[in-house]
């Protein structure tokens, strides 16, 4: 795995996350890069076009069995259900996917936010074969079972929130995603240096705007189509530039 540098190739972006999301999607047309965004992309289109195709198909039957249960006088009710129902069913999909995208590709994931340090960084990448890909498999699925171990409970107690409290609750329910995303992306290069998964968290809680920013912005464009193809790769880059000028010394 690649060694901290403390001299960076590239001068930090700023102090906004959601900058660093946007540079991930020129990083990973960097030279020596594109080949490693490969399988994380192809995982990802893959798995994201059944959803979204199943997902689609399902929710007018549901909306239809939801306004036929209302009272007619209720009727009206649909203009808000309706954008309501899109809106909520895409940020629980965009997340629910990723995650299992982000498991089936974890030890490529992985890879790519090593080479891509190794090209903020300045530094001679280290040269990674499938057998270490392979030997990394328990590592970084143990590292991907942590992070499901937190979002799990979390989870359940802001989707009922999201139900009880209408708008409030699907506003909660918005910036714990965006929180997930953050620690979903960012943690790839923290477990490539072997920083345990309670010490990222807490090196991420010390500057939460920044993780917000980067969070929020990976949730909006994971519920756009066809451009939620490409956020896997594109997060983890912006990601691993996020730890190269911000994280790296404080670890």
């Known amino acids: 795995m690649p060694h901290s540098a403390k001299k960076t190739k590239f001068p930090p972006i700023d102090h906004s996350g959601a900058s660093y999301f946007f540079k991930g999607f020129s990083l990973i047309r960097q030279k020596g890069i594109r080949r490693f965004v490969f399988i994380p992309l192809a995982i990802n289109a893959l798995l994201f076009s059944f959803a979204f195709y199943f997902v689609y198909s399902e929710l007018n039957t549901y909306m239809e069995n939801v ?18 129902a899109v809106i909520t069913i895409l940020v629980i999909f965009s997340f629910l996917f990723s995650t299992v995208a982000n498991w089936l590709a974890a030890p490529f994931n992985g890879l790519l936010s090593e080479k891509m340090e190794a090209l903020l960084s300045g530094n001679e990448a280290p040269k990674g074969s499938m057998l270490d890909i392979v030997k990394d498999i328990p590592r970084t699925l143990s590292r991907e079972w ?22 409030v609750g699907q506003v909660l329910w918005f910036l714990f995603i965006a929180w997930m995303m ?29 993780s917000y920013s980067f969070g929020i912005t990976v949730a909006v464009f994971s519920m756009i189509p066809i451009i939620n193809l490409v956020v896997m790769p594109v997060a983890i880059c912006g990601a691993t530039a996020l730890w190269v000028d911000h994280y790296q010394d404080k670890v």
């Open 67 to 84: 306004m036929a249960w209302l009272p007619s006088w209720l009727d009206w009710l649909s203009v808000i259900l309706w954008p309501l």
């Open 146 to 167: 942590q992070k499901l171990a937190y979002y799990v409970p979390r989870a359940i107690g802001f989707f009922i929130i999201m139900w009880l409290l209408p708008v």
């Open 182 to 210: 953050a620690i979903q992306y960012k943690d790839y290069p923290f477990d490539n240096h072997k920083v345990p998964f309670a010490k990222m968290k807490e090196v991420l809680k010390q500057n939460q705007g920044i």
